[in-house]
């Protein structure tokens, strides 16, 4: 059973920085996309970034491009998501995601951890 726990949200000021990191277990995830999606209050969710755990190839929504980095430590079986110069509007609930390579959608997913950025 695949298991992926977030941790790493909090509050903090605008311009400041966090990093989320997902736990994964369960299986191997050689073959595997991770992804971070986040929603916001009232709106629905979107995709924030992801990588694909063998090659390390990456790609980001526009609106994180520059700030956010995703990046993957294969010995913990963790991936993170490092976020610089945060804005009021990156407020959301953070989640992790996966899904296999040859996969269009994410079949599990965690519990998600809040991020909170004050102006």
């Known amino acids: 059973q695949v298991q992926l726990v977030e941790s790493g949200g909090g509050l903090v000021q605008a311009g400041g920085s966090l990093r989320l990191s997902c736990a994964a277990s369960?299986?191997?995830?050689?073959?595997?996309?991770m992804g971070w999606f986040r929603q916001a209050p009232g709106k629905e969710r979107e995709f924030v970034a992801r990588i694909n755990w063998e090659n390390g190839s990456t790609y980001y929504a526009d609106s994180v491009k520059g700030r956010f980095t995703i990046s993957r430590d294969n010995a913990k079986n963790t991936v993170y998501l490092q976020m610089n110069s945060l804005k009021p509007e990156d407020t959301a609930v953070y989640y992790c995601a996966a899904r296999s390579v040859v996969g269009g959608k994410y079949p599990y997913w965690g519990q998600g951890t809040q991020v909170t950025v004050s102006s």
């Open positions: 369960g299986r191997t995830f050689s073959n595997y996309v």
